[in-house]
């Protein structure tokens, strides 16, 4: 039995795979509906941090995992007493904090932006101009680009900081994005690791808006710098389970490092329809200790993420999208997470194209596109 933290999409997808493993999966999450708890073999109704229901879950399961990284680190360490966690604390406290992630990125010696911390008043006064325009972001708990603030000059940089908080913040040099990239990464405990290819995102308001893979998405040399540094940055940690490593292309070629999510990511939601073996079974296969084989992707794909906005389509009642006329489309996948209410900037599901060409899969996809009503 997996013990699972949360119980949002991602563990959904999870306890899928693990349901084609014969593996049964615990969820601990504070609701009961959730899109994990709607088909775990058994739910603990807690907080993640209620010390109850981590023991109730430490006694119903062997291994643990979290989906999302918020999870508190001491709620881990907790259950590592009673079995392997995948991630471990150490590896999901790093992820949670953008200062100790950029530590770890200097010490692999992976590019990283120009950056400065911000905690004090002091380290607001002493900021190098060189780093404006730059993008000011809380150290802690921000995710889908909220808790950022552009800030353009000096003049502004004190009341984006009071705006955040104040609380610890790091500020980035704003860097001149050609396109942005990520790299999905499994690590067994006995340190084999494989990586999905190399997939381009495309974000909208801060929010993952696309994600396409295959032959002419990424640029070959690259994508093998992507990896071997995505590799890098998890041996680093001595990192098991599956790591998300994000990164943004320059448009002057070169390419730094952005952040890590300690679990499976939105962007690596394709390999569930276009490989062989899925980051979802990657991470299954983690946690049961079995073998890693390296992911073949076998089509082209384009994953278009699903927000709650799409059933506002036609007005503030909510409506169901026309999903029938975009399965009739060649190489739909529809991917729905059980949300019970749809709300705008929701991820209510996912679809993926799949093809034989990167340029077939994209024709389908503007296809649904004009269907929902989407720019393509
Ligand atoms: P998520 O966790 O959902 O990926 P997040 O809230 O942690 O997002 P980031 O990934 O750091 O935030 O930033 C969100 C987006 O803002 C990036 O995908 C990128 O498009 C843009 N962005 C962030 N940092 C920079 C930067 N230094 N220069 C230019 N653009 C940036
Ligand atoms: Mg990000």
Redesign the pocket.
């Known amino acids: 039995v997996i013990g699972l933290m949360g119980g949002g999409q991602l563990g959904r997808m999870m306890i899928q795979a693990a349901h084609r493993l014969g593996e049964k999966v615990t969820v601990l999450d504070p609701d009961a509906q959730g899109p994990a708890a709607q088909i775990a073999d058994q739910v603990i109704v807690a907080r993640y941090d209620d010390f109850v229901g981590l023991a109730q879950l430490a006694e119903c399961a062997k291994v643990f995992t979290t989906e999302f990284e918020n999870v508190p680190a001491a709620s881990l360490r907790f259950l590592a007493k009673f079995g392997p966690t995948m991630p471990d604390a150490h590896s999901v406290a790093i992820a949670q904090d953008r200062r100790r992630e950029k530590a770890h990125f200097t010490a692999c010696q992976v590019p990283l932006?120009p950056h400065a911390v911000i905690a004090s008043e002091a380290d607001l006064a002493a900021v190098s101009p060189t780093l404006l325009p730059g993008?000011l972001?809380t150290a802690r708990l921000?995710?889908?680009?909220?808790?950022?603030r552009r800030v353009a000059h000096a003049g502004e940089l004190a009341a984006a900081w009071a705006a955040l908080g104040p609380a610890p913040c790091v500020l980035?040099?704003?860097?001149p994005?050609d396109f942005?990239c990520s790299v999905i990464v499994a690590r067994g405990a006995d340190g084999q690791a494989v990586h999905l290819p190399v997939q381009r995102n495309l974000?909208r308001e801060?929010i993952l808006a696309l994600t396409e893979v295959g032959p002419g998405a990424v640029p070959e040399a690259l994508a093998q710098a992507l990896v071997a540094a995505a590799h890098t940055v998890a041996q680093g940690l001595d990192y098991v389970g599956v790591l998300c490593v994000?990164f943004?292309v320059l448009r002057d070629g070169r390419w730094v490092v952005?952040?890590i999510a300690p679990r499976p990511h939105n962007s690596g939601h394709y390999s569930m329809d276009a490989c062989d073996v899925s980051q979802f079974d990657l991470q299954v296969r983690t946690l049961a200790g079995l073998p890693l084989t390296a992911p073949r992707l076998h089509s082209a794909a384009v994953m278009l993420n699903l927000l709650g906005d799409l059933w506002f389509a036609q007005g503030e009642t909510a409506q169901t999208p026309p999903w029938a006329d975009v399965l009739a489309l060649p190489g739909a996948h529809l991917h729905l997470y059980g949300k019970h209410e749809a709300r705008r900037g929701r991820k209510m599901g996912h679809v993926t194209f799949v093809a034989a060409t990167l340029d077939e899969a994209r024709r389908h996809f503007a296809q649904a596109c004009a269907i929902l009503g989407i720019d393509a």
């Open positions: 932006a993008i972001k921000g995710y889908d680009g909220k808790g950022q980035e040099q704003l860097l994005l942005e974000h801060g994000e943004f952005n952040e």
